[in-house]
Structures are given as structure tokens and as C-alpha cells.
């Protein structure tokens, strides 16, 4: 009866010792995520490397005239953009998980779409559409004489437009985290006697803070990182510094030195709110997967939440996007030809890739700190995370010096013709990596955390350990997580412009790369063609991510 | 389908001559693609030679050939504006070309005099007014838009944009720093709304009359015009009737110069040298509605109908070599 | 089948384990008791191979598995494991749960065996259900199978009854020991519960700051409980103080009791022996007192609690000291009234007084 394995295991007292395996355990998560943090951290140090040679007069300056200003300006947007995704992704998350209202459906997916709109086109959309010259106050002033509008090109415009571009990564998060959740918690919480939404305050919220706090973060720093939009609008911030240090005072020192304060900030940031997080658990046992009975809304709350919800996705995705389309058929005829097959072809491709690279070194990177909850792996994990708080045009230098003095080496060492490294799709894929690392890591981490650790053990005492156990247990939980990282990853990439432009072979052009030859000329209505495909091809993923979460949880 | 078979025709072309004529050049171009496929197009198709480019920004552009070093692929760095071409050549990227057609087709002031770049349009800055508000008359020079009476009527471009930079860049060349920043606080103080973050959006301020007058490159006029044609919109040409040795129009360039380590650089230069020349001007201007460079070439219909103008002379290596001075002095004039 | 030598753990500083030594024969059911941190659980985790042994060895089937620097990985072990949250695999249904330590074992053998184990626990309906729709006493037979299905070498159960209602846990203990016994499996439970350590075990081990105070079958515990933190965790009693005649004799308030004195020395080792005239603590157990009308020892109700077949009286002795006792529930006695007791006592529980 017993099988190969039910023999009776070699009673030798050496014969479990033979491999090297006990002793290299604690060594081997490390050795898979070393090199995924030097993805980050090559080009990040390259940028360090500046703060040797500080360049006083436009330090000086900058100190003096421009800095003071910027250092409020990116405050304010900071803490308004923070606030602004926190309440538009977490409310309408609550609502799509836990509520029930007319349009729920349709609104789980479609208030994803805007991540699909690369943020600087729904800013410049947003700019024509509410400043002085646009229809709105056109027609106010035509028609009624009314000559004021709240001004557009404002502190408040800027983060109003943020808001609407950024909130759908807490919304995703947000969500995920609610739906992993579970009734127990607001049941127990109601048999106490706290009325169901205050049990959302006191239970549910505080449950969902690490994915709430992932896709915060994320959108914080793509705040800090964007120049695009608050371009559009001419609203300065630290980002706008580094790039007038450099483009405009010709001083890439300069500008890689106000970097590393930028991504410096960013590190303590995300180190203090990691220490924050890690002194409570936020797993579940698996008994609470089961999915609550949604809060069926009813009268003015279910109208409450659809024109809440409608509000949303009409500002941040419809309108801009019925602006694009009409744009585009405008340039229709001129522009479209049988390139963009090419164009959508290689950012279809460049994305797909990049986010299956993106998702799989997240999950190693998570799955390692997992293993090893070690200060020194949960450095490594935020050292490899830091690429997506950089602006993209300084991390792309950062990845290019490398590569081309890797490529100088080897072309000395072997006498080649030409570069080996630059200009090939593994080297894009390597720094997109390097961007989106984060975008994969936040939502696989949050997942993993979910999990609890008995599920681990369960398997280990039944035998399963290592990869198989990774692919019978953690796979399978993870899936909703991991599709999260990857339609993110994947949408992201479609819109990456920076490392794009600097890194893909000779006549590797993308949709991203379109839409900048034409913004880069001011042509935004040209722009708008291939901005209109990207969403086209944006909104299969975003689709397809939430049909199979939604189905991860039924 | 016309495409189709020209890029099909394009793919035989450059498969039967993959051997027999391997001659190829490499453009590092921040002048955008729209504008340069149909010349290097023509290019390949009148000498047969292979034209390989990348577009990006300049200052990644740069930042990539100094990475790259001795190895670097690109045989040409072209950009849009002349402060960028001065940069490059500072930094030691660009090589010195000696062609007497260059220098024959190309004004002295819109080349480095050292000829390690060339200009190949003109980008003239000038004033766009609504002409149901202001008189030409009332108009003369950029510096007069710093007089109390423009006051709450002018719009401007933010500084961060390279030509604002540029026009700053030759005020201070001409007039010194404390002047210039007098001029640029005077028109921080007349300006009727926060800078706007393009040309277009400043003129389309002008034509809804939230100002009167405002600074733009001619090509944005030209194409706003050309889809909105009944905009309250007219051209006027500053600084021609003022004494001064340098007077005119603010003018800047799109051009290219040789990289110091071009592996093609016979190739390169003879693509330059096509660039300027007679047969190729038109096309280069004409694409984005800008001026040749070469004085024998006329420009544009559309162009044409703006009238004569006359250009500033100072070389305009001087946006480069002034552009960090002139951003500074924006900075603390208080020009966003 | 299952030795601990000396086995000993710390957290940094903290010493969770100090020199845990016992073993459990083949086919044996053993138990750790004892309250939350006495370190019960880290001594399972060490068996599991979830912590690195720090000092001492475990053996297993006579073979090293756990010694400082070198331990046989938790999933070589053949060591089945329940776990007190369960820890079913969501995404998988009852028969993939059961089956998943099986994929040693060709389609068909698995399905056998995955039959044969519902089939023992009782959810042969509820194959393909998954976790989430089972009710807790279910999933608790699921986590059991899936433990048992591999055949384990041993079987560790992490509390396994805490999450279920006090009737489910004792029909479930009781029927989980039938289930090991039938299978012939050695397992060891950890638990702060003493009725399920009772109703499940053989041998028990009282632990307390990570050392096991008692290693016995729970009669001896109950009985003869080696020192006063077993007597106190062990049933209920009170001490009544007392002093020595003899090395067979002891006197306290209600008479001289006759046997063996003192039983401190068993387990903690070092005492003198307590000779003539020494102060002690006397173990009453609610078993020693039986209720005697006729008795002349008399003692007043103070509380009651109803058992259904009897009552639990705690009672007010003279000296103010209090005992109590179990009286069949037909004597039914107010509060404040007086009853006649006498002392039952086959041997005298007794410890040196602190002084």
C-alpha cells in the first residue's frame, strides 16, 4: 500500500545533512533579489555619483529664486493629490465591492479606464475644455456675460486633473484589498453594535490600509515624478527644477543632484510607512474568504452612488476621451496609415512583455521578502522600487550611461563593430523594469500579505515546498494580485515615453512615441490619433483584469 | 495604401542595395519626425543613401552621445533651436565642417562660427496681436512691451520654453543684464494672465480677448490660422525702424552639425550639404510652415503672404552661450 | 517514536523552551497543556520543522530530525500537521484539499486514498465543495484528512478544537481520538484546554515557562499532580494547610489523613525531606469531600453551581477556609444552610508551605 515515498525515510542520522541546502537557505531569497534591486539601484547610484560634483552657481541660484516657491508648490499638490485619490479611489472601491447599485457592474471596470489616458493628454483636454478660451467660458461669456470661471490653470486645477488621472491605482488596490476581505470582519464588527458603515470606518478601512497604501503611493509618486501635466498647466514643482537644471541651464549634475533629494525623500517615505505597516498583521484566516452579501443601496444612496460614480468616470474618462476621439477624426484621414499597425504591434508587444517581466520580478522580489522577512531584504525591496518615483527622463539617462559604457567595454574588449547592449529589447525591457517595478510589487506584496502563514506551513507539512508550492498555493491566491500588477504594468508601459525614447532600436516607434512627435510640436489634435488607439488598446486589459478578478472572488 | 507601397518600395530598395551600396547615415534628431521622414524619404531616394534616425529631446539626445563616447552610431545631431546646437559643440560632441556650399547657402549669423553646426530654417519670434483691439500702430519693439500701457493686455509663453529663452538670451547680447531684467520685470508686470503653457493657448488668449498682444514662433500662427482662419488674430514685425546696429526680428533655428565621432561623416556632411541646398530648402521649411535658411529660397505661399521682415544679426550661437544667464534672469524677474 | 532531548529555544533574549525532554511511544496520542506562553507551540513548531532547534535534538522513528545547525526540512519529515486556523487552501475544493500531499501517488491510488479519507472523517458529500462553504466542524474533519491522507509518521494538532463550540469540540475530540487510534497514528496535541487534552491523550505534559512541570497519563495528573502549579492547572481544589506528624501522616482541619508526605520533591526537585512538625498545603480535590448527613464534620453552603447531575458546592469550613465538593443534584441544599461532609482520600496530595 505505501507508496514510493511512504517508505520508511533512511535512518541514517547523516543522510538529511548531505546537501548544502540548510546552510544556503537563508542566503537564497537574497541572491534572486540582489540583482532585481540592481536594476534600480545601477542607475540610481549612477545619479548619486553627480552629487560629487555640486555646480555652486546653480545651486545658488536655485536656492535663492526658484526652489523656495517649488518646494510649496509640489507640497500642496502632494497632499492634495494624496487626498483626492484617497477619497475618489477608496469610496468608489467600497462601493464596487461591497455596495449594489444601479451600473455597479459597468463601473467596476470602466472606473479603471482612465489609467488607459496617458495623464498630460486628459490635462491638456481638461485645459482647453475649462480655460478662458475654451467652449465653457466662451459660451458663458457669449451667452450671459458671465466672465469669471474658477481658473483652470491653478493650484486647484492642476490637482483636480491629477486626481481624475491618478485615483484609479488606489481605486484598483483599494479594492482588491476589500474584496480579499470578506463579511467577517463587519459582521463581527456589527454584532458589536457598530452600524454597518461605521464598521466600513473602524473595520474595513483599517483592514484595506496596505492596499489602499500601496496604490497611494504609487500615485504619490507619479506626482512627484510628472512633468507632462503640471507642464500643461505651467504649475512648477521639484520636478520642474530638475528639469530646468538640466535642459535649461545644461547642468545634468545639477539635475541628477536634485534627483537623489527627490528619490531620497521618497525612500524615507516608504521606509517609514513600511515600518508603520509591518508592527501589524493584516492577514486573514482562510474561513473569512467567503464573499459578504453586497450592501444592496437603495433609493437616493443607490442614486447617491451611481451619480457619484458616473460623475467620476464621466470627467476622468469620457469626457477627454470624447475630446480625443473627436480630434482624431478630425486628423483622421491626414494621419492614419498602415504604421500604426506597426506602432500599435510593437507597444502592444514592448508592453506585454515588459509587464509579464515586471509582474514575475515583483513576485520574486515579494515572494523573497516573504521568505525572509529580513531588514536587509525589506531595503533591497525598497531600493527596487524607487525607479517609479524618479522623473522618467533622468531615470532614462541613468539606465543609458550604464549600458553604453558596458557597450564601450565590450567593444574594446572584442573589438566589435558597434553597441551590443543598446537599442535591444532586452535592455527596454530591463528599464521599464526599472520604472514600473513598483507598480508590480505594491499590489503582489499586499496580496502576499494576505495570505496567512499556516497556509504556507499546511503545505510544507504535506510536503509541497519551494516553486510547486509557489505555483499550487501562492499562484492561485495571488491571482487577482498578480493580474492587478500586470494590467498596471501593462498600461503604464503603453504610455511610458522617457525610457522608450531613449532606449528602443532604430525605427522602433510606439503609439507613446507618436503622441510625443506630435505634442512635442504642440500638434495636440495630431497627438490625439494615436492617443485614441492607446486607449483602444488600453481597455482590452482593463476589461479583461477585472472580469477575471471579479470571478477570483465568486 | 499609397504609404503601403512606398515603405514597401522603400523595403526593396534598401534590401537590393543592402550590399551593393551599404552607405548609410545616422540622425540623432530632436526635430520631430513628421518634419524630417519626407526629407530623408526624397534623401534616399535621390542618392540611394540610407538615412537611419532616433527622435528624442535634445538633452537626452546629448546625454546619449556623450554616453556613448567614440562608439556612438549617430552621424548627425539636429535640434530645433540654436542653444542646444551651441551646447553640444561646447561639450565637445560636434566636429568643425569646412563646405564652402554650406557656407555659401547659409547666412553667417544663423552658423557657429566655428562651423561645428548649421542652421537650416528660421524660426522668427514675433508679436500676434488682436487687431479689434490694438492698432498696428501702437506696436514697435518686444522691449515696448514692458511700458505701462500694456498693462493686464499682454500674454506670454512660459520661460521654460527654449525660444523665450533664446529671445531673452539676445536682449541681454544686446542691451547687458540690468536692462534686460528691466524689460522682463515690465513684462511680468503687464501680463494679463499667468504664462500659458504654449503658443497656441497664447494666442487663442489674444483671439478671446482675455489680452491684446503676445510673443509667438510664426509657424504656430500659421497653422492656427490655416484651421481657424476667421481668428481676430494679425502678424506684426518688431524692432525694424530702431537704430541699433542689430535691429530686427528675433530669429532662431533648426539645424544640425556633424558628431565629433561620426563613423559616416563624408555621408553626414553630404546630407547637410543637401539640406541647405536649393532643391531640399523648401521641403525642410515648408513641412512646418518655417523660413528657409537659404536666402535664394523662397519661402512658403503661406509664409510669403506675412510680409518682409528684417532679422536680428547677432550670431545666434549667443542664445547658447547666454541661455543659463537669460534663465536666471527670468527666475528672479519672476517669469514662470 | 517521537524523543525531545533537552530541548531548549529562544526568541533574542527570551527563552521560550528550557530543556524540554520527553518521548511518545508508536500509536501514542501525547498532549502539551498548559496556559498561553508556557511554549507549547514552539515546541510543535520545532517537531513541525517550522523554527531551527536552538539546543537539544528530536528524534523520530530513531532518527535525528532537529539538532542545532542542521534540521531535516519541515516537508521531509512526513509530519502531519492541524492547524488551529485550519489553513485550508481556499482555491481548492474539499477532495483537491485532501488530495494535495498526495502527488506521489498515481490518479488513481489518489483518488482511493482522498475517498478513503472523507469517507473516515464523513464529508464524502462534500467533495467538492470548497472551504468557504463548509461549517467549522466540517472544515476541521477537511484539515484532519488532508493531515492523515499522506500516511504521516506523526501527527501534530495545533489546538485543534479552540475554534469550535464547547459540545462540537467534545463529540469532535472524542471522535478524532477513534479516528487516530483506528488509523494507529502517534500524534502529539497542543492545547490550554484541559477536557480536550483529557478526552484525547494518553500522556499528557503540563507545561509552564517553557518547561513541562508533569509528563503522565492524565489520572496521574489529576491525582497525583507532582508539584503545586500541576495541582492548581490540573481539575479544581483548594490546599487547606496542614502539618506533618509523621512520614505517613499528615493533620489538618478535618482530620488526619494516612499516606505517603510530601509529594513536592517528584519534579522540581532540591526539597529536603519534610520532616515532623513541617507546615504543608493539602490538595482537596471536590472528589475528596462526600457529603454525609451523618457526619459530624459540618460545613456551610456558601456558593452552588448546577450541573444537571449534580452540584458543585463550595463550602465554608469553621476556620473560614473553603473546599469544595460534588453532590449528586437530588441534594439540593439553600445557601447558608449547613451539611454534614467526610473525607474520601486515597492519597494525600501535600506541599511545603511558602512560609
Known sequence: MPGPEMNPVPTSIRAPFTGARFISLPASPWLATFPIALITAIPVVVL???????????????????????????????????????????????????????????????????????????????????????????????????????PIRSRGGVILVMVLALYPYVYLTARAAFQGMGPRLTEAAQSLGVPRWRAFFRVALPMARPGITAGLMLALMETLADFGTVSVFNYNTFTTAIYKAWFSMFSLPAAAQLAAILIFFVFVVAVLENLA?????????????????????????????????????????????????????????????????????????????????????????????????????????????????????VLAVGIFIPVAWLDNQLIDLFGLERQVLAGTLLIMLLAYCARFLAVGFGPVESGLSRIT?????????????????????????????????????????????????????????????????????????????????????????????????????? | MHRIRTSLAALALSLSTVTALAAEVVVYSARNEQLIKPLFDAYTRETGVQVKFITDKEGPLMARLKAEGANTPADLFMTVDAGNLWQAAEEGLLQPVNSKSLQANIPAHLRDPDNQWFGLSVRARTLIYNPNKVKPGELSTYEDLADPKWKGRLCLRTSKKVYNQSLVAMM????????????????????????????????????????????????????????????????????????????????????????????????????????????????????????????????????????????????????????????MLMDRAGYK | MLTLEHVAQSYGAKPVLKDISFSL????????????????????????????????????????????????????????????????????????????????????????????????????????????????????????????????????????????????????????????????????????????????????????????????????????????????????????????????????ELGVLDGRIPGDCASSGGCAVCGKGCKVDVLIRPDDILHDDASPMQAEVERKAFRGAEFLYTLRLPSGHRVLTLVPSHHNHAIGEKIGIRLDIDHVVAFRSAE
Not at chain 1, 515 to 540: N, Q
Not at chain 3, 173 to 200: G, N, P, Y
Request: overall charge neutral; proline content about 6%.
Open chain 1, 48 to 150: 548619486l555619483g553627480h552629487l560629487l560634483h555640486p555646480d555652486q552657481a546653480i545651486w545658488h541660484h536655485l536656492w535663492q529664486f526658484v526652489l523656495p516657491e517649488l518646494l510649496a508648490n509640489t507640497a500642496w499638490l502632494v497632499l492634495g493629490v494624496g487626498l483626492g485619490v484617497s477619497l475618489l479611489g477608496v469610496s468608489l472601491a467600497w462601493l464596487t465591492a461591497a455596495c449594489d447599485y444601479p451600473g455597479r457592474r459597468f463601473f467596476a471596470w470602466a472606473l479603471l479606464l482612465p489609467l488607459a489616458l496617458p495623464a498630460y493628454v486628459t490635462a491638456f483636454v481638461w485645459l482647453g475644455l475649462l480655460d478662458f478660451t475654451g467652449p465653457l467660458a466662451t459660451w458663458l461669456r457669449e451667452t450671459w456675460g458671465i466672465h469669471w470661471l474658477p
Open chain 1, 277 to 393: 505597516r509591518s508592527r501589524r498583521s493584516y492577514a486573514l484566516s482562510t474561513r473569512s474568504s467567503q464573499m459578504p452579501a453586497r450592501i444592496a443601496l437603495k433609493s437616493w444612496g443607490a442614486w447617491g452612488a451611481f451619480a457619484w460614480s458616473a460623475a467620476v468616470f464621466g470627467l476622468a474618462f469620457l469626457v477627454p476621451v470624447v475630446q480625443i476621439a473627436d480630434w482624431a477624426a478630425g486628423v483622421y484621414q491626414q494621419d492614419f496609415d498602415a504604421r500604426y499597425l506597426g506602432f500599435a504591434w510593437r507597444s502592444l508587444l514592448l508592453s506585454g512583455l515588459g509587464a509579464l517581466l515586471v509582474a514575475g520580478l515583483a513576485l520574486v522580489l515579494a515572494y523573497a521578502q516573504r521568505l525572509r522577512p529580513t531588514p536587509a531584504m525589506q531595503f533591497t525591496a525598497r531600493i527596487a522600487s524607487l525607479g517609479y518615483a524618479l522623473p522618467g527622463t
Open chain 1, 453 to 554: 502563514r499556516s497556509v504556507d506551513e499546511a503545505a510544507q507539512s504535506l510536503g509541497v515546498v519551494g516553486v510547486r508550492r509557489l505555483a499550487r498555493i501562492h499562484l492561485p491566491m495571488l491571482r487577482a494580485s498578480l493580474l492587478t500588477a500586470l494590467a498596471l504594468a501593462f498600461v503604464d508601459i503603453m504610455k511610458e515615453l522617457p525610457i522608450t525614447l531613449m532606449t528602443r532600436p532604430f525605427g522602433w516607434d510606439t503609439l507613446a512615441v507618436r503622441v510625443f512627435e506630435m505634442t512635442s510640436e504642440g500638434e495636440w489634435e495630431r497627438a490625439a490619433l494615436p492617443a485614441a488607439v492607446i486607449v483602444l488598446v488600453g481597455l482590452l486589459p482593463t476589461y479583461w483584469l477585472i472580469k477575471h478578478t471579479e470571478h477570483a472572488h465568486t
Open chain 2, 172 to 327: 541681454i547680447k544686446e542691451y547687458g543684464e540690468p536692462k534686460t531684467e528691466q524689460i522682463v520685470r515690465g513684462w511680468v508686470a503687464n501680463l494679463a494672465t499667468d504664462p500659458l503653457p504654449d503658443d497656441t493657448k497664447a494666442m487663442e488668449a489674444v483671439a478671446a480677448g482675455l489680452c491684446d498682444v503676445t510673443l509667438v514662433n510664426t509657424y504656430y500662427f500659421g497653422r492656427l490660422m490655416e484651421k481657424k482662419p476667421n481668428l481676430p488674430l494679425a502678424i506684426f514685425w518688431p524692432n525694424q525702424n530702431v537704430k541699433a546696429k542689430n535691429a530686427g526680428v528675433h530669429v532662431n533655428i533648426s539645424g544640425a552639425g556633424v558628431t565629433k565621432h561620426a563613423k559616416n561623416r563624408q555621408e553626414a556632411i553630404r546630407l547637410l550639404e543637401w539640406l541647405a541646398s536649393d532643391k531640399a530648402q523648401n521641403l525642410y521649411a515648408d513641412v512646418n510652415l518655417e523660413y528657409p535658411v537659404n536666402p535664394k529660397v523662397k519661402p512658403d505661399p503661406v509664409v510669403a503672404a506675412w510680409g518682409n521682415f528684417k532679422q536680428n544679426l547677432i550670431n545666434v550661437a549667443e542664445a547658447g552661450r547666454l541661455q543659463t544667464q537669460a534663465v
Open chain 3, 25 to 252: 511511544r508508536a500509536g501514542q496520542i501525547g498532549c502539551l497543556l498548559g496556559p498561553s506562553g508556557c511554549g507549547k507551540t514552539t515546541a510543535l513548531r520545532l517537531i513541525a520543522g517550522f523554527e531551527r532547534i536552538k539546543s537539544g535534538a528530536i528524534y523520530l522513528d530513531n532518527e535525528v530530525i532537529a539538532r542545532p545547525g542542521a534540521c531535516l526540512p519541515a516537508e521531509k519529515r512526513r509530519v502531519g500537521l492541524v492547524f488551529q486556523d485550519y489553513a485550508l487552501f481556499p482555491h481548492l475544493t474539499v477532495a483537491a484539499n485532501v488530495g494535495f500531499g498526495l502527488g506521489h501517488l498515481a490518479a488513481a491510488d489518489r483518488n482511493n486514498r482522498i475517498e478513503e479519507m472523507l469517507d473516515l472523517v464523513g464529508l464524502t458529500h462534500e467533495a467538492g465543495a470548497y472551504p468557504h462553504q463548509l461549517s467549522g466542524g466540517q472544515q476541521q474533519r477537511v484539515a484532519l484528512a488532508r493531515a492523515l491522507a499522506p500516511r504521516p509518521r506523526l501527527l501534530l494538532l495545533d489546538e485543534p478544537f479552540s475554534n469550535l463550540d464547547v459540545e462540537l469540540r467534545e463529540k469532535l475530540s472524542l471522535e478524532v481520538r477513534d479516528i487516530l487510534k483506528h488509523e494507529a497514528i502517534t500524534a502529539l496535541l497542543v492545547t490550554h484546554d484541559q477536557h480536550e487534552a483529557f478526552a484525547m491523550a494518553d500522556v499528557v505534559g503540563v507545561m509552564n515557562e517553557g518547561q513541562i512541570q508533569q509528563w503522565a497519563p492524565p489520572y496521574t495528573l489529576y491525582h497525583e499532580p507532582a508539584n503545586r502549579f500541576v495541582a492548581d492547572f490540573i481539575g479544581q481544589g483548594v490546599f487547606l494547610p496542614g502539618e506533618v506528624l509523621s512520614d505517613k501522616q499528615v493533620a489538618i
